[in-house]
């Protein structure tokens, strides 16, 4: 089947429903934590990252360095940079240097997930169709949230801020349960992060220094204890 722009917009309409629902409780958290709707706004429409923008949003709002913003978020997004060089394998070499540098603003996990499952080379018009509607979905949950944290009662926008963690549960739990070292990762980062939550001195810590405190000593655990060969992941590309 060709890769026309109306068939990236069909493929992701299902991401687009998915990310309203997420960036509804990103737009009624920032709300709520002070900022005005159209900076909620203004994140999503210029970021477009999810998690980041959560852990982002929770600095912001307890006050973070700079510098610690930065480096959070760049850790907690740079699987984006993996997955552009990634996908750049996979797009049509007709494809521009400027087309792939604008079009790399919208890669997601989800969307990265569904490009690179074509088995045709992907051009720009079916990447441009791919983006459009999660961007669209992710940019209008967040204004909807954002305006009905100031008309839903307190009960109801307590039960949806609990979204975001229900996302990163369905993210983490099916390849935990497939694979040992995801399963690992997950534990290990769980320990350190009760660890700086209750241990005096450790809860000091800001929020955005023990994420990184978490996640990176977990990733470097399992990457020294499981390490991956390169035969192995071709055997892997091939078999998928």
């Known amino acids: 089947m060709e890769l026309t722009f109306r ?25 709520e934590g002070g900022l005005p709707a159209w900076v909620g706004l203004l994140i999503s429409m210029t970021n477009l990252t999810s998690a980041g923008q959560f852990a982002g949003l929770e600095l912001i709002l307890s006050g973070g360095l700079y510098l610690e913003v930065a480096v959070t978020t760049f850790v907690i997004n740079v699987r ?6 990634s996908l750049s394998q996979k797009v049509d070499p007709a494809m521009s240097r400027l ?8 890669i997601t996990d989800e969307i990265f997930a569904v490009a690179v499952q074509q088995k045709e080379p992907v051009n720009s018009r079916y990447l441009t169709g791919l983006i459009s509607m999660p961007y669209v979905g992710w940019a209008l949950g967040t204004l909807l949230g954002a305006t009905a944290a100031g008309i839903l009662p307190a009960p109801v926008r307590s039960a949806l801020g609990i979204a975001i963690y229900g996302m990163f549960l369905a993210i983490i739990i099916p390849p935990a349960v497939k694979a040992k070292p995801v399963a690992v990762v997950v534990i290990v980062a769980v320990v350190l992060s009760c660890l700086f939550k209750w241990v005096p001195g450790l809860s000091a810590v800001s929020s955005g220094w023990a994420i990184l405190l978490c996640a990176i000593p977990a990733a470097a655990f399992a990457a020294l204890r499981w390490p991956v060969e390169e035969g192995e992941e071709e055997a892997k590309e091939a078999a998928s």
């Open 99 to 106: 087309e792939r540098f604008l079009l790399s603003f919208g």
């Open 80 to 85: 984006y940079l993996l997955m552009s060089l």
């Open 7 to 31: 068939k990236g917009v069909r493929d992701g309409l299902p991401i687009c429903l998915g990310y309203v629902s997420v960036s509804f409780a990103f737009g009624m958290m920032a709300v």
